[in-house]
């Protein structure tokens, strides 16, 4: 089992729909982060969140650390916004060094 | 601009012959990791370090070695390269508490 895993794995929406994408996983954290890559491209750090919410423009990512779950918001979706959207989780210390293990990332696609 | 440049972007090998990566950062970041991304899996950790003169390997580093000579540059070296090597690798740096992380554009190895 991975100890990241994403929901849903693809995800096709039409221009201005709400977007939410989930991360669950089993271990002890530090952080989480949302990263999003786009084709053929570098990967961006979008949030980096410990605790509760975070929102920055059209974006929100909340986290529960007591139920390990992590989603990202997207609202009033755009076709820019598609992407492969990847969450990593910083294990917590003893032994952790800063690396972090990923999500397998979710594909979306946004249509006008 | 401030962050991540790894060099070469693209580069074709053929089984056996050898290469470096070169990572360099200009954030001052103490700590900075190679990672590997295959199809269909999330980013594995190859090799990471702590600071200047450290490093330690990671989940994947078979076949892999890394020099930390200065604090701004991490070397990736393949010494024989095989064709299960073939991905697209990444490095990324940050600093020790996990903020600022930040990816470089890739490298992307094929090897034949």
């Known amino acids: 089992k991975n100890e990241v895993e994403q929901s849903p794995q693809n995800l096709t929406a039409q221009e201005g729909e709400f977007i939410t994408i989930n991360c669950s996983y089993s271990v002890g954290i530090s952080a989480l982060h949302w990263l999003q890559q786009h084709p053929g491209g570098g990967i961006v750090s979008l949030f980096m969140?410990?605790?509760g919410k975070k929102k920055h423009g059209r974006l929100i990512a909340t986290i529960n650390i007591q139920e390990k779950h992590s989603s990202l918001h997207i609202t009033a979706s755009h076709p820019r916004d598609s992407a492969v959207y990847i969450c990593a989780v910083r294990p917590n210390a003893g032994g952790s060094q800063g690396n972090l293990i990923f999500g397998k990332g979710t594909k979306l696609s946004v249509k006008p | 601009n401030a962050g991540v440049t790894q060099t070469p972007k693209f580069r074709v090998l053929k089984t056996g012959q050898s290469m470096t990566l070169l990572c360099a950062q200009d954030m001052n970041h103490e700590y900075m990791y190679w990672y590997r991304q295959d199809p269909g899996m999330g980013l594995r950790l190859i090799h990471y370090?702590?600071?200047?003169?450290?490093?330690a390997k990671g989940e994947v580093p078979d076949g892999y070695n890394v020099s930390r000579l200065k604090k701004q540059n991490f070397l990736l070296g393949l010494e024989s390269a095989a064709p299960s090597q073939t991905s697209v690798y990444f490095c990324a740096s940050s600093y020790p508490t996990g903020d600022g992380y930040t990816f470089g554009s890739g490298t992307r190895l094929t090897v034949v």
């Open positions: 969140l410990s605790s």
């Open positions: 370090s702590v600071g200047e003169g450290t490093t």
